[in-house]
Every structure is written in C-alpha cells, then in structure tokens.
C-alpha cells in the first residue's frame, strides 16, 4: 500500500490551526509531512472574512502568551490587561482583580485577530509545514489506516485529520438571542491597563484596551439582534451616547467614530473531539459566547494538549493514534466543561430580567469582591485555565 501523502493534514489555518502546525513541526522529523490547509469556508456558511481583515481583539490570557511567545508567535503590539473590573447595570455589586493578586505582570494581553494571525503565519512559513493554499477543504472519508481528504478538485490521503475551521457541529447548541457589536471608542476620562466586563440586561458590555492606540478601547457589546442591527445604523453622536448610558459614567463619556461590525452569537459545541482518525480543535470543537474572553484560550489549549499526546506517534507514524487521541479528549474534558459552562452560565444569569436572580448575582460579585478566597479560583481558571 502506497504511503498516505501527509502524516497529519490540519483543516483551517485560523490561530488554533497555524498554533498546532508549530507545536507539530518542533516534534516532527520530517515537518512537511504536516500539511496546514488554509482555504476559506464553504459558501453556504455565510460571508468569509479574510483573516488580515478580521476587527476582532482578543484578549489572551497568560498561558496562551507564553505558548505564543515559545512559538516565535507574539505580536509585536499588544496591550496589557493589569486589572480587570466586573459589575452589572442597575443592580449592586461589582469586583475588581488585580495583577497584583497573582503576584504576575499582568492579567492578560489585547491582540488583534489579524496581527496574531500574520505572526503565526510567517512563523509556519518558516517551520517547514507544507502550507497547501485553496478552496474550501474538508475529510470525505476515514478508514482504519488514515483518512481521505478533498480541497476543491484535489484529494489526498492522511493519517489523521485535524479539523480547525472554525464551525463546530451541533450535537450541543444554545442560541442566545445575542449578537455582539465590535468597534473602538474613547473615553473621556481613560484609565490605562484597565479592562471591564459590565453585565447588563442585554448582555455583556466589554471594554478591553486597544492594542494599536494606547488611548482607546476595544468595545464588544452583546444585545439582541435587533438591538444590535439598530445600534449599528445608528450616528456616530447616537451611538456613543447609547454605548455611554449602557456603560455608566466610570471612564467618563465614551464616543465612538470607528466601523461596526456586528458578530452572531450561539453555543456550538462538540460531545466528543475525536471521531476515529479526525480530531476536533478549538472552535470547531466548541465556539462559545465570548464573555470573559475564552475561546481562543481554550482553543489553545486544544492544540497544546494534542500535540503532547502525539509526541511519541510523531515519531512511529505507521501505528495507530487512536489510544493517544482517546487520552487527549479525555484530558480534555473538564476545561471544555468548566470553561464552556461558564462562558454559557455568565451572560444568561445576568440577563433573566428576574430581580431575584438579579440580586444573586450581585450578593455574587459582592461576596467575589469581599473574598479573596472566592475571587482567586475563577480568577486562576479565566488567566490561566485548566491544564492537565
Ligand atoms: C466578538 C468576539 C470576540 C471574541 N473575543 C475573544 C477574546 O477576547 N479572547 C478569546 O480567547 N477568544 C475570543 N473570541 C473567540 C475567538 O475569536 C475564537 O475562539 C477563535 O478565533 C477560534 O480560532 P480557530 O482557529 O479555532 O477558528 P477561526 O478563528 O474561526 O479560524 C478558522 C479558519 O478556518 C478557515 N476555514 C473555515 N472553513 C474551512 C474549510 N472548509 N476549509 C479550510 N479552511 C476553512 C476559516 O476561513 C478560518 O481562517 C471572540 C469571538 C467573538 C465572536
């Protein structure tokens, strides 16, 4: 039987894929027996958005900086987050943490998607990965030796398959009612390395300092869809003064003059990340709300943990993966669950509308605020996450 014409083929090259490839190359004797297909998605699941023009930031908590950084992957600017203050609109409550509490530089870095995503991909052009460039790909077929993969009119045969694209499938899906706005605004009274997560009724309202203006502020701001649609055609005057009643008054008055771009928002997640030879990574294993800033974190995770397991494969490709990638989706249960459950738990409680539930939550940011004991667990788990 002729040998399959990649030991690995990773399907979508967005960060968790370019993220993989590295780790793969550092442990593999041969890189170019990796291949890293970069194609765009297919038609049918809506506009695709070039990477070097994506408006998302990304906060990245201290464990993916320093995988990044280990990859030669950091970008060159990016923000510090050295306190993070979280509250909710028109009901008591609120807690602050500090870098200080952890004893570390800082809480987080900003980035932009785009930045990060031309990093990593010059640091995969310089790894030796064979970088295949393309229409839409996807694994058409798996047998007990390997898989079969197609990428417009070309099919090939791998080992195993990682899939990376982005689209999780839907075994678990919650859809919120949410869309989040994207954009940047100034504030009249700045406060430099602050970063706010403000619940309101709509959704969460996140204020992150921007990576490529020391001035400014990245605003993710999450409403109905509705909501959303109408705040997006609003004027600039209309829109800052609507972003400025939500958030409240403690950086003075925000105006916005920058694009909006408006994100749907659902829960898809995954039961399972391994089907036989093909694997599910970041968010085509699970794409969650992105409050607090955890899916890229988590998606890393993803890659870190996976490549670990097949260390030893790397060098004995011809054997079966199939005991080690059953040992990386058990490890990788709890944070996804942990991780995943908050993310959905968050925006939910805070937008019931019930005054009870309401009130809970903030005896909960009161009681967080009050004990440190109680701050530093969930503090731990958004900085750093569950590493096994
Ligand atoms: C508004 C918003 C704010 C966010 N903020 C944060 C944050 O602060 N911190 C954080 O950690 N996370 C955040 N996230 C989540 C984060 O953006 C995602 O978790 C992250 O982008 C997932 O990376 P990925 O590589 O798995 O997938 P993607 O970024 O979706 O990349 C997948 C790539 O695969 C390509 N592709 C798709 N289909 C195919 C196909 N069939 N064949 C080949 N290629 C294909 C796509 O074009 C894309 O380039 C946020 C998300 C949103 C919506």
Redesign the pocket.
């Known amino acids: 039987m002729t040998q399959p014409a990649y030991d690995i083929a990773i399907?979508?090259?967005?960060?968790?894929?370019h993220a993989l490839a590295l780790l793969l190359a550092r442990q593999c004797p041969d890189p170019q027996r990796i291949a890293l297909?970069?194609?765009?998605?297919?038609a049918a699941?809506g506009p695709?958005r070039e990477?070097g023009q994506d408006p998302?930031?990304?906060?990245?908590n201290h464990g993916s900086r320093v995988l990044l950084e280990s990859l030669g992957a950091w970008p060159s600017r990016a923000a510090d987050i050295r306190h993070v203050h979280v509250s909710q609109r028109g009901r008591l409550g609120s807690t602050v943490i500090h870098h200080t509490d952890f004893q570390v530089p800082r809480l987080g870095s900003v980035v932009p998607?785009a930045a990060l995503h031309a990093t990593l991909h010059a640091a995969v052009a310089d790894s030796g990965v064979t970088v295949l460039q393309g229409p839409?790909?996807?694994m058409v077929n798996q047998d007990g030796a390997g898989v079969e993969i197609r990428q417009g009119d070309t099919h090939f045969r791998a080992r195993l398959a990682v899939q990376?694209?982005?689209?999780s499938g839907t075994d678990l899906r919650r859809e919120y009612d949410q869309h989040?706005i994207?954009t940047t605004a100034y504030a009249t009274l700045p406060r430099a390395g602050w970063a706010w997560e403000r619940f309101t009724r709509e959704g969460p309202l996140a204020l992150l300092p921007h990576p490529l203006d020391a001035r400014a502020y990245s605003v993710?701001w999450c409403n109905a869809p509705e909501r959303a649609a109408a705040l997006s055609q609003l004027d600039e005057a209309a829109f800052s003064a609507a972003l400025t009643e939500a958030f409240g008054t403690r950086l003075g008055r925000l105006s916005s003059q920058a694009a909006r771009h408006v994100?749907p928002?659902a829960l898809n997640a995954r039961r399972t990340q391994v089907q036989g030879r093909l694997v599910a990574?970041?968010?085509?294993a699970q794409?969650?709300h992105?409050v607090a800033?955890?899916?890229?974190?988590?998606?890393l995770r993803d890659a870190a943990r996976l490549a670990q397991a097949l260390a030893a494969w790397s060098n004995t490709p011809e054997e079966s993966p199939n005991p080690l990638l059953a040992q990386f989706a058990n490890a990788r249960r709890a944070d996804r669950l942990i991780t995943g459950g908050l993310t959905d738990l968050m925006p939910r409680a805070f937008a019931t509308g019930l005054a009870p539930v309401e009130h809970a939550c903030g005896l909960g940011l009161l009681a967080l605020d009050a004990v440190a004991p109680l701050r530093a667990p969930l503090a731990r788990h958004l900085l750093q996450g569950l590493r096994v």
């Open positions: 399907l979508g090259a967005g960060p968790v894929g297909l970069a194609g765009t998605p297919p699941t695709a990477p998302r930031v990304l906060a990245m998607y839409s790909a996807q990376s694209d982005g689209s989040a994207v993710v994100f928002l990574i970041g968010n085509a794409t969650l992105p800033g955890q899916g890229l974190n988590l998606g």
